[in-house]
């Protein structure tokens, strides 16, 4: 009874999803797969990212689950005669999860940044400024509103390291890269910054266990799994981590490679040895090397803003779109556009701003193949710029290279 696996709840800002649903998720994922013949035993190591809400086209981290007082013994000693839901269906304090599309912690971020000094003094210690969607300020809008249910929490995983956990049958720690996104973690010393938690939520430091490389081997897989589908008991667990995390990894970013991923809305990722946190963007520890970090920028106006003006300028054709952009100069002859229908992200920004060569303000319009240049040479030099603000250095051309 969710919509495409959410809840958006009356306030329109609210939104969860049912932890039990993602259990069921896995539980339905294997049998299917026991059931194709897949040799469970030869599966060595087991790892994986924290995605969620996978709902028009996106998905990220920074979703957490709330783990009831006792919920140890039973994940420990889960029965493999039932599914694995069956027995956990008790397990959660809180039942439904806040996800990454939550917005309902404003008044958190307003305090949390306060307490430290302000949005760029949290930046500097956490890598990023306070964000509705991060744990943190979900942690403190849980306190503040059901103090009950999170007396009753014993410890508090991220999605990552539930799904770890599922597997461990044990509390699995947060990785460094995952916790990075949470508005609590040092990023400098790889520890919980003390003056976060405190402004968050009392003895939070022990619900949340210590974090730990990205790359850790957390231990033999779940007796659960070995008796009911076959795994060998040395299959090793290594710590999960956030979904962007687990790109940059996957991908096989080194340092000074950059990504683009063109969806729905736009995420540059990139390694990076000397970052500087800013009020826009985001500073993760790498997941790859804990020594050096990565940086993210998300741009809200991506697919969605180019499918429109190709719709506006190309008769709905890439085709056209395609031509249309080959056929202008690069710099567009000094003609640059701003295309925002959504508030942007980075920077916090709306609406349709164009500039010709002369620094003027153009009102009604560019030519068609003007304006689709003007849309893709805008994007890009925003990620450009915006990344370099983060500390990201782009080495001119080597013509001998």
Known sequence: RTQGGIYIHSDRLTVTSPVLMWVKALDMILEKMKSSGFNFCQVRALSGAGQLG????????????????????????????????????????????????????????????????????????????????????????????????????????????????????????????????????????????????????????????????????????????????????????????????????????????????????????????EPTPALEGHILCNPVDSQTYMALLCFKNGSLMRERIRDDCASGSWDEFSKALSSTVAGNNGNLGFYFDVMEITPAAVGIHRFNRDNQKVVSGFPKEVEIRALIEGQFMAKRIHAEKLGYKVSKYDKKS
């Open 54 to 273: 996978l709902y028009r086209k996106k998905k990220s981290q920074h979703g957490s689950v709330y783990w009831k007082k006792g919920s140890i013994e039973i994940l420990k000693n889960a029965s493999s005669e039932l599914p694995l839901h069956q027995s956990l269906k008790a397990c959660f304090s809180v039942s439904n999860s806040p996800i990454w599309m939550d917005s309902s912690t404003a008044p958190q971020c307003r305090a949390l940044e306060k307490a430290v000094g302000g949005a760029q003094c949290l930046a500097s210690i956490t890598g990023s400024r306070a964000y509705e969607r991060f744990t943190g300020n979900q942690i403190a809008k849980i306190y503040s509103q059901n103090p009950e249910a999170y007396m009753q929490t014993e410890r508090i995983s991220l999605v990552s390291s539930f799904a770890a956990s599922l597997f461990l049958g044990a509390y699995a720690p947060i990785d460094y890269s995952d916790g990075s996104g949470m508005n609590l973690l040092q990023i400098w010393d790889k520890v919980w910054s003390l003056s976060c938690l405190d402004a968050c939520a009392p003895g939070l430091e022990e619900k949340l266990g210590c974090p730990v490389p990205s790359h850790s081997v957390l231990g033999p897989i779940s007796p659960y799994y070995s008796q009911r589908y076959g795994f060998s008991p040395d299959c090793k667990i290594v710590a999960f981590t956030g979904d962007n995390p687990a790109s940059l990894a996957g991908m096989r970013l080194q340092e000074g490679d950059i990504a683009i991923s063109l969806g729905t809305s736009d995420t540059l990722f990139l390694w990076i040895q």
